[in-house]
Antibody, heavy 122, light 109 residues
Framework: EVQLVESGGVVVQPGGSLRLSCAASGFTFDDYTMHWVRQAPGKGLEWVSLISWDGGSTYYADSVKGRFTISRDNSKNSLYLQMNSLRTEDTALYYC???????????????WGQGTLVTVSS | EIVLTQSPATLSLSPGERATLSCRASQSVSSYLAWYQQKPGQAPRLLIYDASNRATGIPARFSGSGSGTDFTLTISSLEPEDFAVYYCQQRSNWPPRFTFGPGTKVDIK
């Protein structure tokens, strides 16, 4: 059974930093592109970032480019999101999601974690 | 940047009725469109990919159609568990980007 478990969400002040983690199991982690998607309270879904199977390619939404860094450790079956210079508008539930494909633009998101809540507030 | 528009914003129907949800793209996305269902307090669930393919385990009452800029998700006969928010999503190849529509809420009439 595929499982994605996010952690690391807390309350942080504007300008602060945070690192989210996603532990994956039930599939061959290093076969797939992985994503972070966020959802502000009561709002829709926003794609944040993706990383290729080997970590060699990363892409970001314009709203987080230059502030967030996605990474992965295939030896630990783990995905990460380093979030710097946090803003109040970054407040959201952050989901990690598995792509159904290897190619970075291939496939929809076929499995999602339950999310970890990041609150940016003074 | 491709923008997705979903209509209606809210669809009020009774169990057993047919639901028709629309997703329109600001420019052609070929058939690279997916649909997700999200219930309160839950993560999204993939329903349809590449416009018309049902994901694993998705009941046959869910179907998708369309290509280019106009897409439809149809639920042939609503079950109580189908009342939820539905999002469409597209992907673009370069630069790699994934965009979600604003969602359609299907609620009980």
């Amino acid at each position: 059974e595929v499982q994605l478990v996010e952690s690391g969400g807390v309350v942080v002040q504007p300008g602060g930093s945070l690192r989210l983690s996603c532990a994956a199991s039930g599939f061959t982690f290093d076969d797939y592109t992985m994503h972070w998607v966020r959802q502000a309270p009561g709002k829709g879904l926003e794609w944040v970032s993706l990383i290729s199977w080997d970590g060699g390619s990363t892409y970001y939404a314009d709203s987080v480019k230059g502030r967030f860094t996605i990474s992965r450790d295939n030896s630990k079956n783990s995905l990460y999101l380093q979030m710097n210079s946090l803003r109040t508008e970054d407040t959201a539930l952050y989901y990690c999601a598995k792509s159904s494909g290897v190619v970075i633009t291939e496939g929809p998101f076929d499995y999602w974690g339950q999310g970890t809540l990041v609150t940016v507030s003074s | 940047e491709i923008v997705l528009t979903q209509s209606p914003a809210t669809l009020s129907l009774s169990p057993g009725e047919r639901a028709t949800l629309s997703c329109r793209a600001s420019q052609s996305v070929s058939s690279y469109l997916a649909w997700y269902q999200q219930k309160p307090g839950q993560a999204p669930r993939l329903l349809i990919y590449d416009a018309s393919n049902r994901a694993t385990g998705i009941p046959a009452r869910f179907s998708g159609s369309g290509s280019g800029t106009d897409f439809t998700l149809t639920i042939s006969s609503l079950e109580p568990e189908d009342f939820a928010v539905y999002y469409c999503q597209q992907r673009s190849n370069w630069p790699p980007r994934f965009t979600f529509g604003p969602g359609t809420k299907v609620d009980i009439k």
